[in-house]
């Protein structure tokens, strides 16, 4: 993937080696926190997702940026930022193309804990957009449990990233162009619309709305590329076949499968790993924000 030398975001936030956190909070959870819980904490996936619910107070501590970065954290600073930037420069257009105004997330690098919106952003969490603060959270090091933990396409070093465009680097861009789909659907009102409906809805009713709303984020997430290839020419040859990689294995029955030996479609909350594939190619290909209509 090159993304070397393009524009850098300025609506983003390091935090990394602030303050901790303490309170509790709701968290709308982002790519692959099902396999995060399971990996770190030997827990039902699903048993996970639904903790993650539960509200709890505590102390406030207040995050701050660190005054020197490393040329590691500086370049890991450097891609997120550009990935963002990306993702501002395809989106902007399309709001304005309906007659309206995209409004860019803010998004948070953090290390360990921090407060959000939405309550307490941990690392274990896996990246996640918070509705109420309009703000993406990612501890980075996850970059890192994605090679090493979960095994997606990219070298098995110690960084978070290489001091070179490595195989993995647009896996991890898929996970925040993922991330900022979810704000495109808040601003959409689409979010708000799937929350009613899943207070009026059962469990399982409930679960099917979530997936349909991961799995268009995913969609989401593909038009991203497809329009950020278009510009830029960035894809390499591979990088798609690591987006696959990914979106496999963040499928509910694989990562259910891998946990218990056995998947139970009820309890899925993000979409198998055929419909994380096929929404995202869809994306990809068509490159119309108007294809990605998961709640037909």
């Known amino acids: 993937m090159r993304w070397k030398g393009r524009r850098v975001s300025s609506n983003l936030e390091d935090r990394r080696g602030g303050g901790g956190a303490k309170a509790g909070g709701i968290s709308i959870l982002g790519l692959i926190v099902a396999f995060v819980a399971w990996k770190f904490f030997g827990v039902d996936p699903q048993q996970a997702y639904q903790a993650t619910k539960q509200v709890t107070s505590g102390g406030q501590s207040q995050a701050v940026a660190p005054e020197n970065l490393t040329p590691e954290q500086k370049e890991v600073s450097d891609f997120v930022g550009t990935v963002l930037a990306d993702t501002e420069d395809v989106w902007t257009p399309i709001f304005q193309a309906q007659g309206t105004q995209y409004v860019p997330p803010k998004l948070v690098m953090f290390s360990g804990a921090i407060n959000s919106g939405c309550g307490t952003a941990q690392s274990a969490m896996g990246p996640f957009y918070c509705p109420a603060d309009q703000k993406v959270y990612i501890d980075t090091s996850f970059f890192r449990d994605m090679r090493q933990q979960m095994g997606i396409s990219g070298e098995q070093n110690q960084s978070e990233l290489s001091a070179k465009d490595e195989a993995g680097d647009f896996a991890q861009a898929y996970v925040i162009a993922h991330e900022v789909g979810h704000h495109v659907q808040n601003l959409l009102g689409i979010s708000g619309q799937v929350q009613q409906a899943r207070q009026r809805a059962n469990e399982a009713q409930g679960n099917e709305l979530s997936v349909r709303l991961e799995l268009q984020a995913d969609c989401l997430a593909g ?49 198998t790993s055929q419909q994380r594939m096929q929404w995202f190619q869809t994306g990809l290909k068509l490159g119309d924000i108007n294809q990605c209509e998961t709640f037909k």
């Not at 990088?239 to 998947?263: F, N, T």
């Open 223 to 271: 038009v991203w590329a497809n329009k950020t290839h278009q510009k830029t020419q960035f894809l390499e040859q591979g990088d798609v076949e690591e987006a696959m990689d990914a979106a496999e294995k963040i499928g509910d029955d694989y990562l259910q499968k891998k946990a218990r030996g056995y998947a139970v479609p009820d309890s899925f909350t993000h979409g």
